[in-house]
């Protein structure tokens, strides 16, 4: 039956020893044998407000070693110096020539962001390689505006992880003729910078690298299903300092762990004449929320948001309401709250979103993809975060980010409950009027 479909007969017998080492390990060559690479720690400048004491000791403890583990120097807080990766990327490559690299970064919008160090430092590393990355249809766009990459592809894996899907159903088509143009490629090394969520998706990937017939490839370990890779690091702190442990894998010694988002002056100008369509003036100053995100559980109330855009628009602001087509009823209803607010939701694609972000002089989001954007574009930021604690996605960038989270509420109350909407209101409102004032000495 499989002999009909397209590319099915060139995939290695190795697939099968890969397919066989996620469950004995022990079966064949693996990396469990090797030692994990655990790197330093490095967290931006980020104000966290919640009423977990806990968490506040640990983001305190975060945030002061932020500099220290980078430079080298010993670490007030206790940590060890940090050292040079050279020599482990030397013990990874072997001196094999590296000519041709596949960055794997099959995930959401934010993961991307947060990858886009790891990038960097592999561009800086690898400055002549010719290097391709796959990501996801609805990031792709936005991937191709990224300098330190020479082809983008993409892979909708997130419409459906179902292999029969891909391999023999409707979407196999597309799936056999990405393979057969990777395959094509001859990569000397993959790096797939995202960690391998189920062993399910492990045998997924055991089965992509051998069909593609990768070279050397190194991930993350993943609470152990990182054992399809050839080299492993076990580091699962922040998530960029993550992806970018995978870079320092192979010899990268990039410390800049501060994400980028490329904006074009095409973006920039039709960004402009969205605005322009609508009536907002150039010389408003505008402040944008985003009450949506990919994960209902991620949402702080709308109506909440609704009372911080009228706070701001009290003082003058222009709101600008954002977020995906999906969305668009949930930004129309929280626009007809505010006084003189628009919805744009569903009308700008990603780098035009990142234009428009590019302009405000605040957002307020919850916990999603454009709170990444904002974040690595170094715009004022406020964030009701839940319903987990900010610690492995917490925005990042050089501007300032306020995020209001809560933890340990009781059983069968919803996360929101801890994050009042008169914090938020004021926390968008000092950043709104004054975002450096709380950063000045006295």
């Not at 920039?268 to 929320?289: I, P």
């Not at 569903?346 to 780098?351: A, F, I, S």
Request: net charge positive; with cysteine; charged share 20%.
């Amino acid at each position: 039956m499989h002999k009909h479909l397209p590319g099915t007969q060139a995939i290695p017998r190795e697939f099968g020893l890969r397919w066989l080492s996620c469950f004995w390990p022990g079966s064949v060559r693996t990396n469990m044998d090797r030692e994990p690479l655990h790197e330093p720690r490095m967290t931006p400048p980020l104000r966290i407000v919640t009423n977990s004491p806990s968490l506040r000791a640990a983001a305190r403890a975060s945030i002061s070693r932020r500099h220290y583990a980078l430079d080298g120097a010993a670490d007030p807080c206790g940590g060890a110096p940090a050292s040079g990766h050279g020599s482990r990327g030397d013990q990874v490559l072997r001196g094999h020539p590296i000519d041709r690299i596949l960055i794997l970064t099959v995930a959401g919008l934010g993961d991307f962001i947060l990858g886009t160090p790891a990038i960097r430092a592999v561009r800086q590393h690898f400055g002549t390689a010719s290097i391709w990355i796959v990501t996801i249809p609805e990031v792709r766009e936005l991937a191709e505006r990224c300098p330190y990459v020479d082809s983008v592809r993409a892979l909708d894996l997130r419409g459906s992880r179902s292999a029969w899907r891909w391999t023999v159903g409707p979407q196999c088509r597309d799936f056999w003729g990405l393979v057969r143009e990777l395959r094509g490629q001859r990569f000397d090394l993959v790096l797939n910078l995202y960690e391998v969520s189920t062993w399910t998706g492990a045998l997924r990937m055991a089965a992509l690298l051998s069909a593609i017939r990768a070279g050397k490839s190194v991930g993350r370990s993943s609470g152990g299903r990182g054992v399809i890779f050839d080299h492993v690091t076990s580091h699962e702190d922040h998530e960029a300092d993550a992806q970018l442990s995978v870079a320092r894998m192979i010899g990268s010694t990039s410390t800049d762990g501060f994400p980028e988002v490329w904006v074009t002056g095409d973006d920039r100008q039709a960004s402009a004449a969205l605005l322009e369509r609508y009536g907002v003036d150039c010389t408003e100053r505008l402040a944008c929320l985003h009450p949506g995100a990919a994960e209902p559980r991620k949402r702080w109330p709308s109506e909440r948001f609704a009372a911080v855009g009228q706070r701001l628009a009290s003082l003058g602001a222009r709101v600008v309401l954002v977020g995906a087509e999906e969305q668009r009823d949930l930004c129309t209803r929280v626009a007809q709250a505010i006084p003189g607010a628009i919805s744009l939701a569903g009308e700008t694609p990603l780098p035009v979103l990142a234009a428009l972000l590019e302009t405000t002089a605040l957002v307020v989001s919850n916990d999603s993809g454009p709170m990444h954007v904002a974040a690595a574009l170094g715009i004022p930021l406020v964030v009701p975060f839940g319903p987990g604690p900010p610690g492995r996605f917490a925005p990042r960038g050089r501007g300032i980010a306020q995020l209001l989270s809560s933890t340990g509420q009781r059983k069968g109350r919803p996360w929101w409950d801890g994050v009042p909407m008169e914090a938020v209101a004021d926390a968008a409102v000092r950043l709104y009027t004054d975002p450096w004032r709380q950063h000045r000495p006295a």
